[in-house]
């Protein structure tokens, strides 16, 4: 399983930015697949998660700003972030398992197993 993680960057407050995540090694289509973050000192926490039937959740804290959508013929996942704000500076990645229930408001970090490197989003 190989998960590679692109697109962040530095921004403005109230600015966007788009997170991709490039997979490789598992049946894309079939596996839970998630975007959480971790800000330091802080613990990773969901932001977006997308099952096999493109049913989506999202953290309270980012809905109705983030998107989160896959392409299962290119084997990407991505990450669409409006109205940035400073809080959500962080390190995001990417991360895919086959879990009972795919959603960031039951699943946690742990739980996960397949892992991108990490890309880094600041907003000042």
């Known amino acids: 399983v190989q998960l590679v993680e692109s697109g962040g960057g530095s921004v403005q407050a109230g600015g966007s930015l788009g997170l991709s995540c490039a997979a490789s090694?598992?049946?894309?289509?079939?596996?839970?697949l998630a975007w959480f973050r971790q800000a330091p000192g802080k613990e990773r926490e969901g932001v977006a998660s997308?099952?096999?039937?493109?049913?989506?959740s999202y953290a309270d804290s980012v809905k109705g700003r983030f998107t989160i959508s896959q392409d299962n013929a290119e084997k990407t996942l991505y990450l669409e972030m409006n109205s940035l704000k400073p809080e959500d500076t962080a390190m995001y990645y990417c991360?895919?398992?086959?879990?009972?229930?795919?959603?960031?408001?039951?699943?946690?970090?742990?739980?996960?197993?397949?892992w991108g490197q990490g890309t880094q989003v600041t907003v000042s």
């Open positions: 991360a895919a398992e086959v879990v009972g229930v795919c959603s960031v408001k039951h699943v946690r970090w742990y739980e996960f197993n397949n």
């Open positions: 090694g598992f049946t894309f289509s079939t596996t839970c």
């Open positions: 997308i099952d096999s039937d493109g049913r989506t």
